[in-house]
């Protein structure tokens, strides 16, 4: 779900500039629950952040976006003994790492899900070609990556590009759009098989055409993290929805 609420609070929390943050009210729905004026509600409200937004919320029209899954590393087993507050806390001072680390590379928050954080390079929140979107998320994750690397926080990230929608929620909840899309099913699967402490992405993608344009380069220093990254291809398990063969990873080497 693209929750509009969620979205607010997060660019309000860390400072985004955003439409959407600074916007002070979204939905009214305590005020009334008229259906005619909920519904005229969404394109009002999406009609002041301008075009670009209702023709992706309102509108449903087609967005080619990078997806991050973003999520703590083996968090049910090496911190099972949290509990309450102590979950709470720890999540807060994960947000207080990753979020900024997002936003710092025109990511936008769609989705928190347990530990896990679903994230989008793309329209309607930011422009940018293939290379362009897929380039700013792995700028990120290669952030997020190394910032928590022998850490609490230990994050493992799956990236993928694609074709989604953003299809108006009629069951009441006006303020939430779920995306749909296979590229969305394919990143829940991708995740399930990532490796801790990589960033994790399909072959025979526009993902990992852009990894193979960056390594055919000279040099093998990453130039956002000053750092050597060494990739690896795997042979996909049996996942239902996925197409694919195989599977790939980079991760950090020794400090260069």
């Known amino acids: ?3 509009l609420k969620l979205i607010k609070y997060f660019n309000q ?3 985004k500039q955003s439409p959407i943050g600074a916007e002070t009210k979204l939905f009214a729905l305590n005020e009334s629950f008229d259906s005619d004026r ?3 509600s969404l394109p009002d409200s999406l009609a002041k952040f301008g075009t670009d937004y209702t023709k992706y919320f309102d509108l449903g029209l087609e967005a080619d976006v990078t997806l991050l899954f973003i999520d703590v590393c083996d968090f049910s087993t090496r911190l099972s003994h949290l509990e309450g507050e102590a979950i709470a806390d720890f999540f807060h001072a994960y947000y207080d790492i990753v979020i900024p680390i997002i936003y710092r590379y025109g990511g936008e928050i769609d989705k928190i899900i347990g530990d896990g ?5 793309g329209a309607p929140y930011i422009d940018g070609d293939a290379e362009d979107l897929i380039n700013k998320a ?3 994750a290669k952030v997020i990556i ?11 990230v799956a990236m993928h590009f694609g074709a989604i929608n953003y299809f108006k929620n009629k069951s009441g909840l006006y303020t939430e759009f779920t995306m749909i899309g296979k590229p969305l099913t394919e990143l829940f699967r991708l995740e399930s098989i990532s490796f801790n402490d990589r960033i994790n992405y399909y072959s025979g993608t526009k993902v990992k055409d852009y990894y193979e344009m960056l390594t055919s380069k000279s040099t093998r220093t990453d130039a956002i993290s000053g750092k050597h990254w060494k990739h690896g291809q795997y042979k996909m398990p049996e996942l239902k929805g996925v197409d694919f063969a195989f599977y790939n990873s980079i991760r950090l080497e020794k400090d260069s």
């Open 146 to 156: 190394q910032t928590t690397k022998e850490t609490e926080f230990s994050s493992k």
């Open 13 to 15: 929390q860390y400072s």
């Open 1 to 3: 779900m693209a929750n």
């Open 117 to 121: 954080i679903i994230c989008v390079f």
């Open 38 to 40: 909920i519904q005229k």
């Open 138 to 140: 792995n700028n990120c």
